[in-house]
């Protein structure tokens, strides 16, 4: 079960329990909150689209240059992460 399903299944209304799309920004205020519970789903689901489209590639060409599988993945693992900060990292708005 992904996890774009269950917030959108199960959205979190309390914004001190922790759980759910949780930023200093979406727990300004209880509206911020309902709107970050909102569009996380979609968040999450344009993360996994452009994780796995770059994942495909980067093993396409991996296997191209036979590149050994430790290697592989780590560089596998290495783009999840940065995926991960990139787009759960907030930024000032201009």
Same mark, same amino acid.
């Given at each position: 079960?992904?996890?774009?399903?269950?917030?959108? #299944?199960? +959205?979190?209304?309390?914004? $001190?329990?922790?759980?759910?799309? $949780?930023? +200093?920004? @979406?727990? @300004?205020?209880?509206?911020? !909150?309902?709107?970050?519970?909102?569009?996380? +789903?979609?968040?999450?689901?344009?993360?996994?689209?452009?994780?796995?489209?770059?994942?495909?590639?980067?093993?396409?060409?991996?296997?191209?240059?036979?590149?050994?599988?430790? #290697?592989?993945?780590?560089?596998?693992?290495?783009?999840?992460?940065?995926?991960?900060? !990139?787009?759960?990292?907030?930024? #000032?708005?201009?």
């Amino acid at each position: 079960m992904s996890v774009r399903f269950l917030l959108k #299944k199960y +959205p979190v209304t309390d914004r $001190n329990s922790g759980c759910g799309y $949780n930023t +200093p920004a @979406s727990r @300004s205020s209880q509206e911020h !909150w309902d709107y970050a519970q909102e569009i996380a +789903p979609n968040i999450f689901l344009g993360l996994g689209i452009r994780l796995e489209i770059t994942e495909v590639i980067l093993n396409v060409c991996l296997f191209i240059f036979k590149v050994p599988a430790a #290697k592989s993945l780590l560089t596998g693992i290495a783009i999840g992460v940065i995926f991960c900060f !990139w787009d759960f990292t907030e930024r #000032k708005q201009r």
